[in-house]
């Protein structure tokens, strides 16, 4: 039982840590795509992969979510920028895995910077 509660306190406090520092710097940490059509200023980093890399949890993600938008980013499907010469069939957008965050780059800087 013991082992329970600390498992429950170890996950609580762990979307606890999810301030907006915290989530600001696992984004400029990300992986960005170097491929796909945005904004300019924006950069896309891969939603699915990020939450598997760091095992977060839904309701974390959720909270990345927001942090985005407020920072006038969104999730956007992954499109790319030259779909035939990457793929030969048709494109799919509604995979998991190929929905991103599209953020501003300048959202990710350092503060001091």
Do not use: C, Y
Not at 61 to 88: C, H, M, T
Not at 90 to 99: E, G, M, N, V, Y
Not at 101 to 106: F, T, Y
Request: charged residues 25%; aromatic residues 4%.
């Amino acid at each position: 039982m013991l082992d329970e509660s600390r498992a429950k306190e170890t996950s609580d406090s762990r979307s606890e840590e999810l301030t907006d520092d915290h989530i600001q710097r696992l984004l400029r940490n990300a992986d960005r795509l170097a491929f796909g059509i945005r904004p300019a200023g924006f950069v896309l980093i891969s939603r699915t992969r990020l939450l598997a890399a760091k095992g977060i949890s839904q309701q974390s993600a959720l909270l990345i979510d927001q942090w985005v938008g407020r920072a006038g980013g969104g999730l956007q499907p992954l499109v790319r920028a030259n779909p035939e010469v990457a793929r030969k069939h048709h494109q799919r957008t509604t995979r998991p895995d190929s929905i991103v965050w599209g953020v501003p780059a300048q959202a990710l800087k350092h503060a001091g910077a």
